[in-house]
C-alpha cells in the first residue's frame, strides 16, 4: 500500500522532448512537493503546492511546469528537455509544509 | 555558506560498531528535524523525526538534536551490514515555510 508513488520508475528520453511525471498520495496530506536529486545524491526543492496552490517555485526553468489537480495528486511537465534535465525526481508529501515529509520511490529521468 | 552541512563520508564501519552521523545547521529557525535513509536506486526513508530539542530513540536508532550550537546526531547502535545506505538529514521552520533543507548525505558502508 504505497503512501506516495511516482510513475514512471525510469524515463529515457531525447534531448527537445517533453516528459511528465506523475505523483499521487494516499497520506490525506495537503502539501505536495517535487525535489530534484543530483549526482551527488543532493536533494534540492524546486516546487511545493499546498491545497492545490504552488507556494514555492526554487528559481526553476519556465521549461518545468507543475500542476496539482486535486490535493491527492502533483505532476510534473518539462517541455523541451536538455542533458542537464538527467536526474532523479522526487516527489513527497507533508501535513500543511511541516512535520514529517514523506517520498516516493523517484523517477530517473535520462536524456540523451 | 550552505544552510545545512553533512560530511558526505564513505564511513566505513565493521558490523557491530556505534555510528555517528552529524549535521550542523546556520538557521536558527529550524524545529523539525528529519533524518532519512537512502539505499541506492531507492527514494529516501523516513527513519527518525523529532520536533526542537532532546532526544528520541527507535530501537537501534537515536536521535539527537541540539539547538543551542545548531547541531543534530544520528547513532545507530550494534551497526548491520543492511544499514549501508546514504543517510541525509533535513530540517524545515514551524509553520509555513514548505521546503524542507537536505544536508549533502553521509555514505554509510558497515562491513560484515
Known amino acids: 500500500d504505497t503512501a506516495v508513488s511516482q510513475t514512471p520508475k525510469y524515463l529515457v528520453t531525447q534531448m527537445g522532448n517533453d516528459k511528465s511525471i506523475k505523483c499521487e498520495q494516499n497520506l490525506g496530506h495537503d502539501t505536495m512537493y517535487w525535489y530534484k536529486q543530483d549526482s551527488k545524491k543532493f536533494l534540492k526543492i524546486m516546487f511545493s503546492?499546498?491545497?492545490?496552490?504552488?507556494?514555492i517555485n526554487e528559481t526553476v526553468p519556465n521549461r518545468f511546469s507543475p500542476k496539482s489537480p486535486d490535493k491527492a495528486h502533483l505532476n510534473l511537465h518539462i517541455n523541451s528537455l536538455e542533458l542537464g534535465d538527467s536526474a532523479v525526481y522526487f516527489c513527497?508529501?507533508?501535513?500543511?509544509?511541516?512535520?514529517?515529509?514523506?517520498f516516493g520511490q523517484g523517477t530517473r529521468l535520462t536524456v540523451v | 555558506q550552505k544552510e545545512v552541512e553533512q560530511d558526505p563520508g564513505p564511513l566505513s564501519v565493521p558490523e557491530g560498531a556505534i555510528v555517528s552521523l552529524n549535521c550542523t545547521y546556520s538557521n536558527s529557525a529550524f524545529q523539525y528535524f528529519m533524518w532519512y535513509r537512502q539505499y541506492s536506486r531507492k527514494g529516501p526513508e523516513l527513519l527518525m523525526y523529532t520536533y526542537s530539542s532532546g532526544n528520541k530513540e527507535d530501537g537501534r536508532f537515536t536521535a539527537q538534536v541540539d539547538k543551542s550550537s545548531k547541531y543534530i546526531s544520528l547513532f545507530i547502535r550494534d551497526s548491520q551490514p543492511s544499514d549501508s545506505a546514504t543517510y541525509l538529514c533535513?530540517?524545515?521552520?514551524?509553520?509555513?515555510?514548505?521546503?524542507?533543507?537536505f544536508g549533502t548525505g553521509t555514505r554509510l558502508k558497515v562491513l560484515a
Open positions: 513527497a508529501s507533508s501535513r500543511a509544509g511541516q512535520g514529517e515529509a514523506f
Open positions: 533535513a530540517m524545515t521552520k514551524t509553520s509555513g515555510t514548505y521546503k524542507y533543507i
Open positions: 503546492y499546498n491545497n492545490k496552490e504552488l507556494i
